[in-house]
């Protein structure tokens, strides 16, 4: 696996590639001859969304190759050695285009042959950029068996490079005649699939803001599946962010996007299915980095295997009910719904209003809905039922937070403001209650120990350290509270 960053640039038949002395080391240029078959569904949901995966023959680099997006001009590439099939797709390769694919048989769609110059630029032994100029004859497969041939040249960059350098490659070769292509790759050049459908909305107003945002969202989401299928870090945090996200969104603007009831249940679901591994993840790394902190003396009895080793084969299942959750009818089901939310999204009479005046007062609501739920904890007498209704206000800075994030494009720099203002209540609340939580767990693992004849003393440690920080925030928030409801006051 590696992160491809490149520059692509379409250039005309007669085209030369300038001189690149002078910027590095030139090495080349070298020829080759490639082959690539493309594989994608028969209506090319993976292109559509700028997903690759082709088996290729040729050149330094054979094999099955799988490219995610990531950003503009950034793909993750995921190799496979090259297999005898030309029809087969690796099932480790097809495990990861499952939510694209949703079902639908992988199929060569494509076939490009590729006449391929390469021209390396070096500091001694060392890759910096490397240009490929590309003479291409793609043939597209199905009813109508269709030719395209074009030239093409790409800038790449190799782990010993940077950025700036691969800029003045760029610079260079735009000075020659080249220009930047709008073509995501070689197959999107060739296959030009449709753009995912998106509804209809007037600019400026509150339903274009609301669905730009819902798209944008259902992208960050897929974008995580291959990540999560290969358990890569901080991947299942990211997939979890963006259910609830889009959750949250669609409660907050539920006049402007309506009836939405069953699939907020769905990315609820899907969230608690995700929940598990996140919360095991966090928690191991927590008394890991704590037992690090303490002194070698005070570490006593088996507990590093108890709270590391024990906790790391729990996380591993939850990521097994991950995967199966993941590979199921209801999740396909619920990506089919997004996807349709998008598209053809029940919008309310509040969605033709324009955008600064409808979403304004929908922050405020928001908002309202914290102070709301702070009033009605503080007016529980009951200290236990208390801390429990504080949950609440947690939850609710949350959404507000959200739905400030989701308007910033929008609506400006208040919005940013008041994002900053909102996850300030919800990071001391669960500071809190990730203390709170993180006793519990110590409190049973020490009577796990406790009846296996274990040394308890570090769990002990470890709870008085849970405590304090817990305790701390505790009598932190009321001045906290008080300042964010006057900056808020400023805000809206």
């Not at 969202?217 to 962010?241: F, G, I, N, Y």
């Not at 928690?283 to 006593?300: D, M, Q, S």
């Not at 024990?310 to 199966?324: C, F, G, S, V």
């Amino acid at each position: 696996m590696g992160i491809e960053i490149e520059d692509k640039f379409d250039v005309p038949s007669e085209y030369v590639i300038p001189d690149l002395s002078g910027l590095a080391d030139v090495v080349g240029p070298k020829s080759h001859q490639l082959v690539a078959l493309y594989f994608d569904t028969p209506d090319l949901r993976l292109a559509a969304r700028g997903v690759t995966l082709r088996r290729r023959r040729g050149g330094s680099d054979a094999g099955w190759h799988l490219k995610l997006p990531k950003a503009k001009g950034v793909r993750q590439e995921i190799t496979h050695p090259l297999t005898r099939s030309t029809k087969v797709v690796p099932a480790e390769l097809a495990e990861l285009v499952r939510a694209y694919a949703r079902g639908a048989d992988l199929e060569v769609v494509a076939e490009l042959e590729t006449r391929r110059n390469v021209t390396v630029l070096r500091d001694g032994e060392t890759g910096l950029v490397e240009v490929a100029d590309d003479r291409v004859k793609g043939t597209v497969y199905g009813d109508d068996v269709r030719i395209v041939r074009w030239r093409e040249v790409e800038a790449e960059l190799l782990d010993g490079g940077d950025q700036a350098l691969l800029a003045k490659v760029g610079k260079r070769l735009r000075k020659a005649g080249a220009t930047p292509s709008e073509a995501t790759s070689k197959l999107a050049k060739l296959l030009e699939p449709a753009p995912l459908p998106k509804a209809a909305t007037k600019p400026g107003t509150a339903g274009e803001t609301v669905v730009d945002y819902l798209a944008s969202q259902v992208a960050a989401l897929l974008s995580q599946d291959p990540r999560v299928r290969r358990a890569e870090e901080d991947a299942v945090h990211q997939m979890r962010v963006a259910a609830r996200r889009l959750r949250s969104a669609l409660k907050a603007f539920k006049t402007v996007v309506t009836d939405t009831e069953r699939l907020q249940e769905e990315l609820q679901w899907l969230g608690a299915v995700l929940g598990e591994a996140r919360d095991l993840e966090v928690i191991r790394a927590r008394f890991g980095k704590e037992l690090a902190g303490l002194a070698p003396e005070l570490v006593t009895g088996p507990i590093q295997i108890r709270l590391g080793t024990d906790l790391h084969k729990q996380e591993d299942e939850a990521y097994e009910r991950i995967k199966d959750a993941l590979s199921g009818d209801r999740y396909y089901t619920l990506l089919n719904a997004l996807d349709e939310l998008v598209a053809v999204p029940n919008l309310g009479k509040a969605a033709a209003k324009p955008a600064e005046e409808r979403l304004n007062t929908i922050a405020a609501a928001n908002w309202d809905r914290v102070t709301k739920a702070y009033d009605t904890a503080q007016a529980i007498d009951d200290l236990e039922r208390r801390e429990i209704a504080m949950h609440d206000v947690r939850k609710a800075a949350k959404r507000a937070r959200y739905t400030a994030e989701a308007l910033q494009p929008t609506l400006g720099k208040n919005m940013a403001k008041l994002a900053k203002l909102a996850e300030d209540i919800q990071e001391i609340l669960g500071t809190h209650q990730d203390g709170v939580v993180a006793q519990e767990t110590l409190a049973k693992e020490a009577e796990s120990a406790r009846q296996a004849g274990e040394d308890t003393f570090t769990y002990g440690l470890l709870i008085g350290i849970e405590r304090n920080a817990a305790e701390r925030a505790h009598a932190e928030f009321p001045s906290v509270w008080a300042k964010t409801v006057e900056a808020v006051r400023k805000v809206l």
